[in-house]
């Protein structure tokens, strides 16, 4: 069982930077594709970014050369580094936790956060 809480959301203006975290519970934290997904209001949730067990990252298109998705096994926590922030990137952010590859589509996570919101004004 993995618990996850996310943190960091707020309200920013176009441009700017956040950086969310995703603290997990558990002692095999290091042995899953952790991911980030997003869900504006009348969208379906996608994925944002994923990092493997060993590192190995994904960006969606969207958000390629804006965010940086990184892992601290150590402190079992994910973050997602959000710069230049568009209107558009508005969406509540969700922390997954999954063990099935290669972690790119919704069911291939076990556990989920509650999310974090994020809003940016134009």
């Known amino acids: 069982q993995v618990q996850l809480v996310e943190s960091g959301g707020g309200l920013v203006q176009a441009g700017d930077s956040l950086r969310l975290s995703c603290a997990a519970s558990?002692?095999?934290?290091?042995?899953?594709?952790m991911g980030w997904f997003r869900q504006a209001p009348g969208k379906e949730r996608e994925l944002v970014a994923r990092?493997?067990?060993?590192?190995?990252?994904y960006y969606a298109d969207s958000v390629k050369g804006r965010f940086t998705i990184s892992r601290d096994n150590d402190k079992t926590t994910v973050y997602l580094q959000m710069n230049s922030l568009k209107p558009e990137d508005t969406a509540l952010y969700y922390c997954?936790?999954?063990?099935?590859?290669?972690?790119?589509?919704?069911?291939?996570?076990?556990?989920w956060g509650r999310g974090t919101q994020v809003t940016v004004s134009s």
């Open positions: 990092i493997t067990s060993v590192g190995s990252t």
């Open positions: 997954a936790a999954g063990d099935i590859s290669p972690g790119l589509r919704r069911y291939e996570y076990n556990w």
């Open positions: 558990g002692r095999t934290f290091s042995r899953y594709n």
